[in-house]
Structure formats: structure tokens, C-alpha cells
């Protein structure tokens, strides 16, 4: 792999990532190609991807992590319409599967994203880099300028939030692990 990728390569070799990424962090899908061009002006900026402590997934997450902040800081700041349609991620079904299969693969996928959305951008970030795109604490860590320590801990917190919100949308009649349960007939 070569010692520099400037922002074009970058782009060409790692675009259909970040906008996964993006997507992941709860950027709707409307907006996602414009976040996607920010980031890799940011990384022209920057000069461009040098071999290092981290690789270029986990750098332009980092870049695509703090844009996507930005824009949520700066939506609040102007008190955007908070009706905005929300896009929601289309799985890729095979076209062999029934209509039936295809709705219970965009159903599971919606209440992913729903169960991701609960997470504070911080954890979503390193539950997303090291759970659905495989990276390494250390790099995740690294890219992200936290200590390894705070990765961890951040992990863990994510993975018990996201099951709980997970479990709470796969069965909305269930109480929560903790809550009472309400008996018929009784009040």
C-alpha cells in the first residue's frame, strides 16, 4: 500500500465506506452526499491520507465523525424543522428472496438504525467502526485522538444500550429488563 494517498485516491478507494459510515451515525440519506464531498474536502485540506497510527478507514472516520457533529451542532443552532423526513437505510435483498423476506429485512434493518439512533454520537461512533466495519480499539483510538481505555468503556456501554434499545423494539409488549410487569386485572 503506498505511503500517501492524496484525496482523490482516497475518494476512489474508500467514498462507498464513509457514506455507509455517515448513514450509520444517523446523517439522513438525502444529505449523506453532501457530508460525504465535506469530508473529502476536509482530507484535500489536510494534504491527505500518510501512513501511520491509524489506517485510512479509521482517519476519514474520524474526519466524517467530526463533520457529521459539526452539522448536528449547527442544525440545532438554527433550530432546523424538526419534522424532516427521515431516510432509512434500504437493505440490499437478494432479488430472489419473497416480498415477505424483503419486509422483514428492511423491518430488522429499520429497527438497527432506530436502536443506533439511541446512542450518543460518541459511542455510535466507536460501536459502529468496531462492530459493523471491523476496526481495531487501538486504531479507533488513535484516529479519534481518545485513549484506548475510553474506547473500551465506550464499547461497552454502547453494546449494553444498543441491546436494550434493540430488545425494546424487537418486543414493545415486553417490559424493559427492571420495570414491572403489568398483570391484567390488577391496579
Known sequence: MPEHLDADALYRAH??????????????????????QEVFLVAHRRGG???????????LAEIAFRVSSDRRKKARRRL????????EL?????????PSQRAEARQALARVQR???TLSPEKRA??????????ACDAIASSLDVP??????????????????HAALENP???ARGEPALIAGLS
Open 49 to 59: 491520507f500518510t501512513m501511520g497510527r491509524a489506517k485510512p478507514t479509521t482517519w
Open 90 to 98: 434500504a437493505p440490499s435483498a437478494s432479488s430472489s428472496a419473497s
Open 80 to 87: 432546523e424543522d424538526s419534522n424532516a423526513e427521515v431516510v
Open 148 to 165: 484506548v481505555g475510553t474506547i473500551y468503556s465506550r464499547l461497552h456501554s454502547a453494546r449494553r444500550e444498543f441491546a436494550k434499545a
Open 173 to 175: 409488549t415486553r417490559p
Open 115 to 117: 436502536a443506533l439512533d
Open 15 to 36: 467514498a462507498q465506506f464513509v457514506a455507509r459510515f455517515l448513514l450509520r451515525l444517523g446523517v439522513s440519506g438525502e444529505d449523506v452526499a453532501d457530508v460525504v
Open 126 to 135: 466507536v460501536f459502529v467502526l468496531y462492530e459493523l466495519e471491523g476496526q
